[in-house]
């Protein structure tokens, strides 16, 4: 399904969030509080805007398993001249082709939920965190606020698969999207989740009226 809509995936991602995504992203990368220094792995790297975008890392490995979006990110890493910075391997985000506590940062912008045991991809990136590393995620939510909420909801279900399916040409995917947000966990049994997983002073926070929560954490000692 991924590499059904790679093509499209950049286009739709900016459109379906009417050009927020990209603040998102950076507000994800700032929290992670690079120096210049920092080697960061980017989980369910996609077409590697995060990694384009984390231009306060030494060196950023991007992983993912869509062959298709690897493509296109690493066309689109070429086109900025980063690929002496940027790496991107074709991989499993719950078997991480990485050495234990070799990387100082992850990120994973909209791709835990697509993880089918989240939990085994949350224990791999604290296994190549060091201790003290931080992390970032971002992933969809639901708004609290009722009126936000429904208008989301009706958004959600009915309006964005639409435009997904018309710009995409993929029947399923853009349906697919809305299912996986309403099976994700809520935010307090993520949070509950990455703590389990080895991470320390985990903090969920609304974004754009709770329609995306970041969540951050640091590797335990």
């Not at 805007?49 to 296109?72: P, S």
């Not at 990387?103 to 089918?116: H, K, Q, S, T």
Request: aromatic content about 8%.
């Amino acid at each position: 399904m991924f590499d059904a809509i790679a093509p499209r995936y950049d286009l739709l991602n900016h459109v379906l969030s009417a050009g927020i995504d990209t603040r998102w992203r950076a507000r994800a990368i700032r929290s992670l509080r690079l120096t210049g220094r920092e080697r960061v792995v980017d989980v369910c790297a996609g077409t590697a805007d995060v990694a384009l975008q984390a231009t306060g890392a030494a060196r950023v490995v991007g992983v993912d398993f869509a062959a298709a979006m690897l493509r296109i990110g690493l066309r689109k890493v070429r086109t900025a001249g980063q690929g002496s910075r940027i790496t991107l391997v074709h991989g499993d985000a719950t078997s991480l082709p990485l050495g234990d506590s070799t990387v100082d940062a992850a990120a994973v912008a909209f791709g835990i939920r697509n993880v089918e045991r989240p939990e085994l991809a949350c224990r791999e990136m604290a296994r190549v965190l060091r201790p003290g590393g931080r992390l970032a995620i971002l992933e969809f939510g639901v708004p609290p606020i009722p009126g936000i909420r429904t208008l989301y909801l009706w958004y959600f279900k009915y309006l964005l698969p639409l435009i997904g399916r018309s710009l995409s040409g993929h029947s399923a995917a853009y349906s697919y999207l809305p299912a996986s947000v309403g099976t994700f966990p809520p935010p307090p049994e993520f949070a509950r989740l990455l703590e389990r997983s080895g991470f320390a002073d985990v903090t969920a926070d609304p974004l754009t009226f709770g329609i995306v929560y970041l969540y951050t954490a640091v590797r335990s000692r």
